[in-house]
């Protein structure tokens, strides 16, 4: 019973594509976010939504758009794929107001664009 | 720069040794939380501090939050191979209470 499952783990494409990542979690929280972890390891939110409105949009390129058809799914959208978008992809959910329960991570999509 | 700092950033010591580590900000946290992640996998709540000076342990792991809610550490007592991860802190401002930042992250070997 996967908390939080992401889809595909790795993904490998050419420059100029565009590519979706899919997440779902089951465990009935409101909110659910996209986090970027670059090579030195550093996490950094991306976006975040509260029962399906945007919440969080930090400065990302406007290539990338999250989608969120219910609060159980959270899909990120890439197009124009560009080498500095090489990183490992994490979705993560929380509940709304009770943020000392913590974000559960999925296992994250390994991007790289060659 | 990052809005929470961590040190050491890396880390590699035998089986058995003590460690600690920091995670230190200029901003007041609301509180903070400990993650650990493995290769391949996302982070895993470990534990959160929420009041100022309060201490939790969890096994061998001791996690303190400062008095003034700026810093944290973890401490680890007689480290095992099965400890070896990121660590990460993380937690929400109090002038910001939706957005987590995330530490910069100490990776720690530990070698049998």
């Known amino acids: 019973d996967t908390a939080v499952s992401q889809t595909p783990k790795y993904l490998v494409t050419q420059m100029g594509n565009d590519k979706s990542i899919k997440c779902e979690q089951n465990l009935g929280h409101d909110t659910m976010y996209w986090y970027k972890q670059d090579s030195k390891k550093f996490l950094k939110i991306m976006f975040s939504?509260?029962?399906?409105?945007?919440?969080i949009n930090e400065t990302v390129p406007n290539r990338f758009s999250p989608k969120s058809p219910d609060k159980a799914h959270l899909n990120l959208h890439i197009n124009s794929l560009e080498l500095g978008d090489s990183a490992v992809y994490f979705c993560a959910s929380s509940q709304h107001g009770h943020p000392n329960y913590g974000y559960t991570f999925g296992s994250g999509t390994r991007l790289t664009v060659v | 720069t990052q809005l929470l700092e961590q040190s050491p950033q890396f880390l590699s010591i035998q089986e058995g040794e003590n460690l600690t580590v920091y995670c230190n900000s200029s901003s007041v946290f609301s509180s903070l939380q400990w993650y650990r992640q493995e290769p391949g996998e996302g982070p895993v709540l470990l534990v959160t501090?929420?009041?100022?000076?309060e201490v939790k342990k969890l096994k061998r792991l001791t996690f303190q939050f400062g008095d003034a809610r700026k810093d944290s550490s973890l401490h680890i007592t007689a480290a095992q191979p099965g400890d070896t991860g990121l660590y990460l802190c993380a937690g929400p401002t109090t002038y910001n209470f939706n957005k987590f930042y995330f530490g910069s992250g100490t990776k720690l070997n530990v070698k049998p």
């Open positions: 501090v929420v009041t100022g000076g």
């Open positions: 939504y509260n029962n399906k409105e945007l919440i």
